[in-house]
């Protein structure tokens, strides 16, 4: 069991769910993963805190290698949920995959982190619990890595998504020379569905800043549901939503990754 502290914030939810690529436009056919123990750890600012002007979102997607050791994909886990415990970082959950929506990649496992500014995330990065952990834990046990980083457009009501609950992380690969206005449009459209779909909890879009270790791809989003059912609610309403919204985003989407995971019940907090 993962223990953690908990200081909630204040905030609003929103959700995402675009499967456009360039040779198809239909929905992402994601394939299940085998389900593997789960672990989750989470931390918030202390209530007599200011709340955050802005969330950076930190996503790590790896590939776990064929013949890793399964004691050490767990001790993976668990040496990156323990990163709660540094001062920069407001949420932290990392587990196996459920389900996985791209044939190109064959991602394993997923870290979401949260942090007050680009600086919180930038001290994260540098610091020794970190470096040590990605070097002795993740480096040896995985052959892929991805990340993607984005502030926020708004500040979701729970930096803390519920135990139980189900993410959906969608990032989009946009074709060469797209301007800003047609990114604007994009992320326009992704803040919209919230309003479509209210079993959304929360969600975040932005562009990513970090493009060295995202594979090409630019725009992000994460929505979190209150669990499996009502994901798979707002999935039975896809095609509408394709029919809905692809001439706005279809021309200027090249790929598309789609991953789900679920946030575990292993968590404990102290208020």
């Avoid at 918030?44 to 002007?53: F, G, L, N, Q, R």
């Avoid at 074709?175 to 459209?189: L, M, Q, R």
Wanted: with cysteine; glycine share 4%; aromatic share 6%.
């Amino acid at each position: 069991m993962i223990c953690a502290r908990i200081r909630p914030l204040i905030s609003t939810p929103l959700a995402f769910t675009i499967s456009t690529t360039k040779h198809s436009s239909s929905p992402t056919n994601l394939r299940l993963l085998p389900r593997r123990r789960s672990f989750s750890a989470v931390t918030a600012m202390s209530s007599s805190s200011t709340p955050p002007s802005q969330i950076i979102e930190h996503i790590v997607l790896f590939k776990a290698k064929d013949d890793a050791d399964s004691n050490k994909i767990t001790s993976m886990i668990n040496n990156l949920n323990a990163l709660a415990s540094l001062d920069e970082v407001l949420y932290i959950s990392a587990a196996p995959l459920h389900r996985l929506g791209s044939s190109a990649f064959a991602f394993t496992h997923f870290l979401h982190s949260r942090y007050g500014s680009k600086e919180d995330l930038s001290t994260y990065a540098a610091h020794p619990d970190h470096v040590r952990v990605v070097k002795e834990s993740v480096l040896p046990n995985c052959d892929d890595l991805m990340a993607v980083d984005w502030i926020a457009d708004r500040i979701p009501g729970t930096l803390a998504p519920a135990p139980g609950s189900v993410a959906k992380l969608t990032l989009l690969k946009l074709k060469e020379d797209v301007s800003d206005e047609a990114k604007s449009e994009i992320t326009g459209v992704i803040k919209g569905l919230g309003e479509k779909f209210p079993g959304i909890d929360q969600i975040t879009v932005g562009e990513n800043f970090s493009p060295a270790r995202a594979k090409g791809f630019t725009i992000a989003s994460i929505a979190y549901f209150k669990d499996l059912s009502e994901m798979e609610a707002v999935d039975a309403q896809k095609e509408l939503l394709v029919n809905l919204e692809k001439d706005k985003v279809r021309d200027y989407v090249d790929s598309t990754i789609v991953v789900e995971f679920l946030v575990s019940s292993q968590t404990c907090s102290s208020l």
